[in-house]
């Protein structure tokens, strides 16, 4: 089995197409120019995307990009059936089942145009799933060629002690910032390092800027403002910054199209965040100081 190599930072597809910016496949194309020439070369997808519409929309533009299929990794996920236009599904719901895995990841490599995945990620965890069914299409997929490594996303620490109990993951890709630190408290994070699983985050920023709660928002932004200056740097370098210094090694998945966003999301790699900074901000998130 090659051995697993991300880049540090991760490009999030979600809303290149449908479902946000609606970019032509010449646009999306120089997007992923400009992360690859930046150092950024793991893409993250997921079947749903777009309405199902945004594996296949990348993979078109793949094709124009002046990028190598083997310099890049495809991450991508199944399992969530979702209300589109595309699908017959009368409520959203969760399919895990061995066909309904198989008969994804086929249909991702034929939109991404790829004759292989570098992760299939089970997109979030159903009730009705079970370790083995999953995995004996996940070892069938492997056999064939199809997919290089397997991964999970939203899974809790019970789910991945389930999921672990018949086989391993490599990758667990969860909602982790400084907003949403619950990862580093519920075992998840715990679990993780303890069987080596990788961890993506996603949100990173987002749930900072989108931050409904007044009085947590306040604090947050007061204690960030703080420490933009001793760092001379912006609160979302600092937001990642804070992401990169637990022990876990989580990839942050960045999220924006804009290249200046993404450019000063790689220049949170070189802050030296110091432990008491590092706490300063749980704190101002959390509301109260730790024990
Ligand atoms: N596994 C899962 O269940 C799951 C769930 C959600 C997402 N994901 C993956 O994770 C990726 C990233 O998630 P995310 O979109 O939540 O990432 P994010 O990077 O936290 O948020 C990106 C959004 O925040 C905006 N933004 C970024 N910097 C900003 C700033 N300084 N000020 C104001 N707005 C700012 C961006 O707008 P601009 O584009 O205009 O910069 C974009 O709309 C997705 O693309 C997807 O691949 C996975």
Redesign the pocket.
């Known amino acids: 089995m090659p051995k697993i190599t991300f880049s540090r930072f ?7 197409g449908q479902w ?2 609606e970019f032509s496949h010449q646009s999306m194309s120089n997007l992923i120019d400009y992360y690859y020439s930046s150092g950024i070369t793991t893409f ?3 079947d749903i ?1 777009g309405s199902y519409t945004m594996e296949s929309d990348f993979g078109k533009a793949f094709k124009r990009a002046a990028v190598q299929r083997d310099k890049v990794q495809f ?1 991508t ?1 199944c399992g969530i059936q979702y209300l589109s236009e595309n699908r017959a599904n009368e409520v959203v719901h969760y399919d895990t089942s061995r066909a309904y895995i198989m008969e994804s990841a086929e249909a991702s490599l034929t939109k991404l145009q790829t004759d292989y995945l570098d992760v299939l ?1 089970i ?2 965890p159903s009730p009705l799933m079970h370790p083995n069914e999953i995995l004996e299409a996940v070892q069938r997929l492997k056999k064939e060629g199809k997919i290089l490594h397997f991964g999970v ?2 899974f809790g620490p019970s789910q991945l002690d389930l999921m672990l109990s018949e086989g391993a993951i490599e990758v667990n ?3 982790f ?1 400084a907003v949403h630190y619950a990862p580093m408290f519920d075992g998840t994070l715990d679990r993780m390092i303890q069987h080596q699983i990788l961890p ?11 931050l409904q709660e007044d009085s947590k928002k306040e604090r947050l932004e007061l204690q960030l403002l703080e420490l933009t200056q001793v760092y001379d740097c ?3 370098q600092l ?1 990642y910054a804070w992401i990169l210094k637990h022990p876990a090694r989580v990839h ?7 290249k200046d ?2 450019a ?2 790689l220049r949170a790699a070189k802050i030296k965040l110091s432990t008491q900074d590092w706490f300063k901000i749980l704190i101002a998130s959390q509301g109260h100081q730790v024990p």
Not at 200 to 210: C, E, I
């Open positions: 991760v490009a999030g597809t979600m809303s290149w946000g910016k993250d997808h997921a995307y991450v996920k990620l997109h979030r996303s939203n890709q969860i909602e910032s993506m985050a996603w949100g990173p920023v987002r749930s900072y800027f989108n912006t609160v979302d937001l942050p998945i960045v999220g924006s199209t804009n966003r993404i000063s999301a």
